[in-house]
């Protein structure tokens, strides 16, 4: 075995899945040195192929179970719809003292479909990085992504906590900021901050395609005034937004809720000409941005 | 009176309003000296004395009918809820030949409002430049703000030639691409492109700002996942969106129609978990970004 480098915190890494999150850890990896091998797994040839040429593992197999195989850190980087299904395959080829961790937007699921598959003596510890763009696969990926964002931590109530502190560990080496909550909790701020987003903005976007087609035309042209960046979020890869509604579903549905509620009044206040209830919300919400700014995301 | 420069395309231009557009329409009349004499207005003498400030005006007066006189184009910048009191104040100033325009989001209701009031022998040539920010006032603005964008003329049938080219011209010194259509038809157009997005943007920032304590730190915290984007274009100015959406109401409240019926069947397919459907739409709607990418206008 070699000697393990000063900066390498893991000897093996198992990344299952190699998309826009996955290929961007591997670079973080790569780049700072942080494991002493990388083993990609993936669920098509190509999307291997595509890593192996950009040099972002040092293994790479369609089985997930071979890339688990003795790996300290065993992380999942595919649509959460498949981690039930990873998990069982992988199971049985896990090292006692292994850490389990994944990448996804809901975490109760990820403890709910994961965690009784997990061997005794192997950790789960369920990570979300809160960091992304619209583009998909292992080119789209870069090293800087995570820089300077969140990664919320939601180890179950029991959790090793050397475990949590070594997940932790890595997600600083990429830049994040770590919090620790419980995973209930952080599905419901993650419904209201981006799950209720993304889906409002699919479905304005869809609204659009199906317009008139002396409409439909002008609507790309004159995209600028605002439609230009809900355009963007709907651009996001389509199973994984579909996972994350449905494993996310009764938050999303109380957020969702509420939202049509707020947007019922508005249409009344248009309707009946209500100048000053919209003018009193408008000014409302401009005072959240300025919140936003302040805490450095804009 | 001196001699006209070869840039110059107006002797005299009245500004009247100088909030983000009115500023940067400034700018570029400054810059490339296409106006002999800028006059500007504004409702409150603090914006004035910024607009003298920055350099922006020849002359400042809070009277409207002031800068208007001998003007040869009155470009209206206020919001449009002032336009009809602004036109009623300035008609009996305005010189025979003078074009009056303005840079308004809704373009029905100028010809409804302002087009009686205008006196014969004066050229009414509503303009909308498709560009902005969400910041607001004389010190937001900037020459290039208009650069790569369109702008869209509305000239009521029988509009002079001459006049809606005067102004088209202009626009294309301040970089902006021109499209003239029928009022009718802007309006639709603009509702779902930015009247709508505007609409839900301040609808989910709102919804955000009622949460419960404990959910309403986190938001702020983690808005880089979707949320700050709608933040963004919640910022925008008060007053401007109460009037276009007080005066583009039909036009709104169809296309939120088409918007809340979208968002039912997407509502009740998360609650079923039909992933199918949601997989469906959310590929769709990545073919839009696409064109929106190929127009350039991303």
Redesign the interface.
């Known amino acids: 075995m070699p000697a393990q480098r000063k900066s390498q915190l893991f000897e093996r890494v198992a990344l299952i899945g190699m998309g826009l999150i996955g290929s961007s850890l591997a670079r973080v990896l790569r780049r700072d040195g942080l494991a002493g091998h990388i083993a990609a797994s993936a669920r098509t040839q190509a999307t291997l192929d595509k890593a192996a040429e950009l040099e972002l593992c040092d293994s790479a197999t369609l089985d997930a179970a071979e890339a688990a195989a003795g790996a300290d850190l065993v992380m999942l980087c595919t649509p959460m ?1 498949v981690y039930a299904e990873t998990a069982s395959t992988i199971a049985s080829a896990l090292k006692p003292g292994a850490v389990v961790s994944d990448v996804g ?1 809901v975490k109760r699921q990820v403890i709910r479909d994961v965690g009784p598959l997990i061997p005794e003596g192997v950790h789960l510890v369920p990570g979300h990085p ?3 763009t ?1 583009h998909s696969g292992p080119e789209a990926g870069f090293a800087e992504l995570f820089a300077g ?2 990664c ?1 931590l939601t180890p179950p109530p029991g959790t090793d906590e050397g475990a949590v502190e070594r997940v932790a560990e890595l997600w600083r080496r990429a830049g994040m900021k770590i ?1 620790v909550m419980d995973a209930d ?1 952080h599905d ?3 419904a ?20 008139e087609q ?2 439909k035309e ?19 890869d ?2 994984m ?3 994350i ?2 494993n996310n ?1 009764d938050a ?2 109380e ?2 809720g ?3 509620e ?2 019922t009044a ?2 009344r206040a ?2 009946w ?1 209500e ?1 000053d209830k ?2 009193e ?12 700014i302040e ?1 450095d ?2």
């Open positions: 719809g937007s809160v960091a992304g619209e964002r969140w919320i919090e909790h419901q701020v993650l209201i901050t981006s799950h209720l987003p993304h889906l409002i903005a699919y479905t304005i976007v869809g609204t659009a395609t199906d317009l002396h409409l002008e609507v790309i042209k004159f995209s600028a005034s605002g439609f230009r960046d809900f355009t963007r979020i709907a651009a996001s389509p199973v937004w579909r996972d509604f449905l579903r999303v549905l957020m969702l509420r939202f049509n707020d947007l508005l249409q248009i309707r000409g100048g919209l003018q919300l408008f000014t409302r919400t401009r005072e959240i941005r300025t919140g936003v805490a995301q804009a």
